[in-house]
Nanobody, 127 residues
């Protein structure tokens, strides 16, 4: 089991910025955070959960087309933290944002592969 906890959500006007943070601890089997790939997902009311950005253990990122050029994913292995810098926010970015962890060497945006999830943090963008 890996504990995952998001923070940093909030309300902002369109065009503004927010930075999400996620703390992902060591798993109970002794595998360290640094061997995992990580990702941010989001889910708006009435919609399916979608992948936003993912980063592998070498810090190589991939992004959903809808956020390319506006969002930046990064990780700090020394602090066991994952970040999502969100700039030029749009009302359609409004959703619950989730941090997720998968024991994979490559970045993935398919939610079905992820074993560990946080409780989510709400992001609301007003027009």
């Amino acid at each position: 089991q890996v504990e995952v906890q998001e923070s940093g959500g909030g309300s902002v006007q369109a065009g503004g910025s927010l930075r999400l943070s996620c703390e992902a601890g060591k798993s109970t089997d002794g595998t360290t955070y640094n061997s995992y790939s990580l990702a941010w997902f989001r889910q708006a009311p009435g919609k399916e959960r979608e992948g936003v950005a993912s980063i592998d253990r070498e810090s190589k990122p991939i992004y959903a087309d809808s956020v390319k050029g506006r969002f930046t994913i990064s990780r700090d292995n020394a602090k066991s933290r994952l970040y999502l810098q969100m700039d030029s926010l749009k009302p359609e970015d409004t959703a619950m944002y989730y941090c997720a962890v998968v024991q994979s060497p490559v970045a993935i945006l398919d939610a079905g592969w992820f074993s560990y999830w946080g409780q989510g943090t709400q992001v609301t963008v007003s027009s």
